[in-house]
């Protein structure tokens, strides 16, 4: 329970803004993530290329890199180079992605704890949601990086249907921020 209490408290103050756009994308990204915090958006990052099994969000099975999966590779067109680069952008990228991610729970996990605190103090709080907000935007910032050093390694064409891949196993889920 106390896990979903920033989520709540997050849903809350998007409610209560709603009226702007980017509040409205906030609580968006908020309700896909509501069944698991940070976990949860990992496990939607299917540029991630993770080899893990089914989760929660409803993938089963493991996860294929699109760039070495020899049946996406000539799905998408991926030659032997453009593969060898794209991984070379994941191998640098994706273990300060998973830190990023790991500080992030941290972070969203105190920020539980002092909300469940009948003595919690506000401002404390506050802080604290910022600090949950600057690592959310931090790993947003390393991932959506990621992204764009893999795309200039692609075609355009190439660039079109990795998103039609993604969108399809997504099942429409993100926003359009995420696209």
Known sequence: MARHLPWAFALLICLSSSTNGRAAEFCDTIQQRAGGGPAAAKSGNDQRGDEKGGDSSGHQGPRRKWW???QLRAELGITDQQSKLV????????PKLREAWAQLEKL?????QMLARDDADEAAIVA???RVEAARAEGNTRRTLMIYR???VLTPDQRTKVKAMMERR????RGPASR
């Open 87 to 94: 991984e070379q952008v994941w191998q640098k990228s994706a």
């Open 128 to 130: 604290q949601i910022e």
């Open 150 to 152: 893999m795309n200039k």
């Open 108 to 112: 969203e996990e105190a920020l539980s």
């Open 170 to 173: 997504d099942g429409g889920r």
């Open 68 to 70: 070495s999966d020899p």
